[in-house]
């Protein structure tokens, strides 16, 4: 039994042990050994501990070796000296007891199992298969405490212990106190010692989680001005301290880890942008149970439009109720809109979309209303844009002519309309109110603000009259009558004869004032002047004619007529 060891003897007080029944032994109290077997526990080889790691309900652990993460610690052994044997004897035998103590002490622990506070869980009584003997388990403090045996006889130490498989000590509701050393002592051919450490593990319960700068939504989402410095912290608390970390998982992106830290973790993102949007996670793991605790944390990243908003007036499709609308672009998320009345600022309405609908009967030449934008995260006076709206003007002539099969295009023209303003054509007086639609006798085309009518193929009966010219928009009305008047075509070949026989004739009254007149014709013949202008010609050339005979001036020409002649015929 020694395995070629020597023996020590040992002394313990007798008294204090008590063989029972089918080799079960009762509490016993351990003396103090005179000596301890030091060469026993240092020689020979260890068994590979293995460490259980419990969890919920009974008779349930999970088996790991020793050489993976966690190692077996190594703790003092206080009743390595504590004797054993199944039945009672003599003083010379403990000798023996004290072999058999010394192969258990060099055994060493075989098993680390951990438990959790609250829970339940099963000390297995050694790694071996087969038929099992009588089982006594205790609890092994300062000295040894008896706490349950297979001896049905025998009542367990507490009704939280009760035998599992026959062999496996389980226990419910664990207790922080009960962490320590246990040990199975089974009675088959040989008593053997098996020992299972029993790690308490609890927690980790709360993850606290506080992320500074930041806002939060009503629905209790957390978000974050973009360029903004935000702090991150998280702590927890367990048995043994728990590892925290901190993880990150962008909208489609795997997760990230930002480090970790026992107890607590902290970090700071100084400027934050929109690819730092996302879920923070906060895990705390028990490094003992392995249990963990998370706490996720949706944070978005808000920022407001660059530029400032726009807003405008448009008369609504299918009636004349006015529709405001204003944006403001950029942001995120969406701002809000606020329509007031100018001057004095009265409220016209709220809305995510920025649009107000407004009838006539709130409208008025010249009114403003005034948009104001906020977002979230600033600016906090908000930003706003001003809409004022305008009745329609026309110009337009007020009277045109057709003949008669001929076209004609009457011109309407809209200014200083906001909004823009809707352009229809009328008949006054055939069809009073009645819109003019386009087909083959009427053209309507429209450029802006600008209109025309064209009518083709002018009949005085159907198309002589007034036409209407109408520009509305939900501010005003505004109407001009044009006068359309439709004649007969003229005779264009008796126009144009006339003008040629009159051109003629000037050309011949100006052709003849220009030979009476000219310089250049004159007639010297006495036929052509008569006696008295020949004589008066003689007379004043000195030629000696006539000169007793008295001068007397033709009666037909002028004086200063006959002058300019006798003055030009003398020179030549």
Known sequence: MGGGRESRSCCFRRAEWVAGAEGGVRPPTPGRALREPR????????????????????????????????????????????????R????????????????????????????????????RCGNVSG??????????????????????????????????????????????????????????????????????????????????????????TLYAAKGSQVDFSCNSSSRPPPMVEWQFQAPD??????????????????LMSQ???????????????????????????????????????????????LQLTCRWDGGYPDPDFLWTEEPGGVVVGMSKLGVKMLNQSQLSDGKKFKCVGSHIVGPELGASCVVQIRSPSLLSE???????????????????????AKILWLRNLTQPEVVIQPNGHY??????????????????????????????????VREVDIWLSVKEPLNIGGIVGTIVSLLLLGLAIISGLMLYYSPVFC????????????????????????KEAPVVLPPHIPFHRLLHWVLVCNNE
């Open 275 to 321: 690819n730092l949007q996302g879920n923070y996670t906060c895990l705390a793991t028990n490094m003992r149970s392995r249990r963990q605790r998370k706490v996720t944390t949706e944070l978005l990243v808000y920022f407001p439009p660059p530029s400032a908003p726009q807003c405008w007036a448009e008369m609504s499709q299918g009636s004349l109720m």
């Open 88 to 123: 009672a004897c003599p003083p010379r035998v403990l000798v023996c007891l004290g072999v058999l103590l010394a192969r258990w002490v060099a055994a060493g622990f075989e098993a680390l199992v951990i438990g959790e506070v609250h829970e339940n869980i099963t000390l």
């Open 443 to 476: 053209l309507i085309t429209q450029d802006g603000q600008s209109s025309t009518l064209t009518i083709r193929n002018c009949s005085q009966v159907v198309d002589e009259g007034y036409y209407v010219c109408r520009a509305e928009n939900p501010v005003g």
């Open 131 to 220: 038929p099992r003997g009588p089982v006594t388990w205790y609890r092994n403090d300062s000295e040894p405490v008896f706490l349950l045996s297979s001896n049905s006889s025998i009542p367990p130490a507490e009704p939280r212990f009760s035998l599992a498989n026959a062999s496996s000590l389980h226990i419910k509701v664990l207790r922080p106190q009960d962490e320590g050393n246990y040990t199975c002592r089974e009675v088959l051919n040989e008593t053997r010692w098996f020992r299972v450490w029993l790690q308490m593990a609890r927690g980790p319960y709360e993850v606290e989680v506080n992320i500074s700068s930041t806002g939060a939504l009503p629905n209790g």
């Open 253 to 270: 992106s795997s997760t990230e880890t930002f480090g970790n830290n026992l107890t607590a973790s902290c970090f700071s993102l100084l």
């Open 39 to 86: 060469a026993a526990r240092s020689s020979g080889p260890r068994a590979q501990p293995y460490v259980l790691v419990g969890s919920r309900g009974a008779g349930s652990s999970a088996l790991l070796r020793a050489g993976e993460p966690r190692s077996v610690p190594r703790r003092p052994e206080p009743w390595g000296e504590m004797a054993a044997g199944a």
């Open 523 to 546: 007639w010297k013949g006495k036929d052509f002047l008569g006696p008295p202008f020949v004589y008066l010609l003689g007379f004043l050339k000195g030629s000696g004619w006539g």
């Open 398 to 420: 007020p009277m045109k002519t057709c003949f008669v099969g001929g076209n004609v295009t009457l011109t309407c023209q809209v200014s200083g309309a906001y909004p823009l």
